[in-house]
């Protein structure tokens, strides 16, 4: 038997997702991994996958028990419909029908443990995830604020380029200026030009 530990926690933009695996006759196996920019729901399911693929590669393991403090977003994993997680979902059941083929008697279990409970081996792993402190590299452009605006951005270029270089504009056009007598340009604000 092997037990699945996961735990993902957000921090200036940076998901960080942990994933401890237990064996009683292996040493504590730990997967760590950060990204920029995902929702909370894709580092937990991406921490469960991780911690799925390392015990599914230990021999002689007949049944997983993954503890998370998300039931919720396990039921993610059986859920045939169309959402944003389907490749986590499908690496996930990928590693999970090669698991059950090598042995019709293989299972897996989910439990959920919250925080508040205090087990052990939950809380170390969600004491490391909120400790966990990383900065990303280019702090100013890891938010959705800045892509929003960089596409602002390309779209008022790309409207001026169009403009000035198509016929349409006319001999008619009148040109609105502001009060000190300058040209208005489009421009965006709270998110609509």
């Given at each position: 038997?092997?037990?699945?530990?996961s735990e993902a926690s957000i921090k200036n933009h940076v998901t960080i997702s942990i994933a401890y695996v237990h064996s009683f006759t292996n040493p504590i196996i730990k997967t760590?991994?950060?990204?920029?920019?995902?929702?909370?729901?894709?580092?937990?399911?991406?921490?469960?996958?991780?911690?799925?693929?390392?015990?599914?590669?230990?021999?002689?393991?007949?049944?997983?028990?993954?503890?998370?403090?998300?039931?919720?977003?396990?039921?993610r994993i059986f859920d045939l419909s169309v959402h944003l997680y389907q490749i986590q979902l499908s690496m996930i059941s990928r590693e999970l029908r090669e698991f059950f083929n090598k042995g019709c008697f293989n299972s897996i279990e989910f439990c959920d443990c919250s925080s508040s409970?205090?087990?052990?081996?939950h809380a170390t792993i969600d004491k490391e995830t909120k400790n966990f402190n990383i900065s990303p590299l280019f702090s100013c452009?890891?938010?959705w604020n800045f892509d929003r605006n960089k596409e602002y951005a390309n779209i008022l270029n790309t409207w001026k380029i169009t403009?000035?270089?198509?016929?349409?504009k006319?001999?008619?056009f009148l040109d609105l200026c502001d009060n000190e007598d300058c040209s208005i340009k489009p421009s965006y604000s709270k998110e609509s030009l």
């Amino acid at each position: 038997m092997v037990v699945v530990v996961s735990e993902a926690s957000i921090k200036n933009h940076v998901t960080i997702s942990i994933a401890y695996v237990h064996s009683f006759t292996n040493p504590i196996i730990k997967t760590l991994h950060y990204m920029i920019n995902i929702t909370n729901t894709e580092a937990k399911l991406f921490a469960i996958r991780c911690g799925i693929n390392q015990a599914i590669q230990i021999a002689g393991i007949n049944h997983i028990i993954v503890v998370t403090d998300s039931l919720h977003t396990t039921h993610r994993i059986f859920d045939l419909s169309v959402h944003l997680y389907q490749i986590q979902l499908s690496m996930i059941s990928r590693e999970l029908r090669e698991f059950f083929n090598k042995g019709c008697f293989n299972s897996i279990e989910f439990c959920d443990c919250s925080s508040s409970n205090h087990w052990s081996f939950h809380a170390t792993i969600d004491k490391e995830t909120k400790n966990f402190n990383i900065s990303p590299l280019f702090s100013c452009k890891s938010s959705w604020n800045f892509d929003r605006n960089k596409e602002y951005a390309n779209i008022l270029n790309t409207w001026k380029i169009t403009f000035q270089a198509s016929n349409v504009k006319g001999s008619n056009f009148l040109d609105l200026c502001d009060n000190e007598d300058c040209s208005i340009k489009p421009s965006y604000s709270k998110e609509s030009l």
